[in-house]
């Protein structure tokens, strides 16, 4: 079955401290892999999307996320966090055997600490 | 340019009731979908439309259906209510084809008493 999994449901750091959130993914094709942020009170927004080519994408903010095939892995990165990272994100999987299905991980709730 | 908006934002029903959303989706896109979110839990994907017809479907019982308009724009309707329906559901639009990243709406609280 395809499904994405977000290896920490929590993580609390303090500011300037480096950030990674482990996504993998279960799907036997071609995919799309994305990062979502959703800030308190606030729509899911896109974060960053991997298509194709580079497998190190930059997204907005300063998050960048890569993309190993092997490991079918999608690992969202950031140098050095901001209160105001402070969210929710969310990783999600579009299979080339999908027209529109996106396949969400739980989420991970960023708390970053000033 | 308009994001996509969607009511109400919230709603209270009761068991057995029937609850209809609607979605319009940002300016230029043609391709709306549905997601189910519990608390605590990331979206589910309920269907996608696209020409006015259901292109695609999640594992939801046919409790749950919905239809597209000419102007693209969706509902999502919901019959015989559980309690286990009270959700933050999500509309999400884009532009049709593979490459095309979906766009969310602030969503609409279904509370079921």
């Known amino acids: 079955a395809q499904s994405v999994s977000q290896h920490n449901h929590h993580v609390i750091l303090s500011e300037a401290a480096s950030l990674e959130l482990g996504c993998n993914y279960s799907y036997g094709g071609t995919v799309n892999l994305f990062w979502y942020v959703q800030y308190p009170g606030q729509h899911l927004q896109l974060l960053l999307k991997?298509?194709?080519?580079?497998?190190l994408v930059k997204g907005i903010k300063g998050f960048e996320a890569e993309f190993i095939k092997s490991k079918f892995s999608f690992n969202l990165r950031k140098p050095s966090v901001q209160w105001s990272d402070t969210a929710e994100y969310f990783c999600a999987v579009h299979g080339s055997g999908n027209t529109g299905k996106l396949i969400f991980g739980q989420g991970t709730t960023l708390q970053v600490k000033p | 340019d308009a994001g996509v908006t969607q009511s109400p934002t919230h709603l209270i029903k009761t068991r057995g009731q029937q609850v209809t959303l609607r979605c319009s989706p940002k300016s230029g896109h043609d391709t709306v979908s549905w997601y189910q979110q519990a608390l605590g839990q990331g979206p589910q994907f309920i269907f996608q439309?696209?020409?006015?017809?259901?292109?695609q479907r999640g594992n939801f019982p046919d409790r749950f259906s919905g239809h597209q308009f000419p102007n693209y724009s969706s509902e999502l309707n919901v019959n015989a209510l559980l309690l286990g329906d009270s959700a933050l559901y999500l509309c999400?639009?884009?532009?049709?084809?593979?490459?095309?990243?979906?766009?969310f709406g602030d969503g609409t609280r279904l509370s079921i008493l």
């Open positions: 999400a639009s884009s532009f049709t084809g593979f490459n095309q990243p979906q766009h």
């Open positions: 439309y696209y020409e006015e017809e259901e292109r």
């Open positions: 991997y298509f194709s080519g580079d497998p």
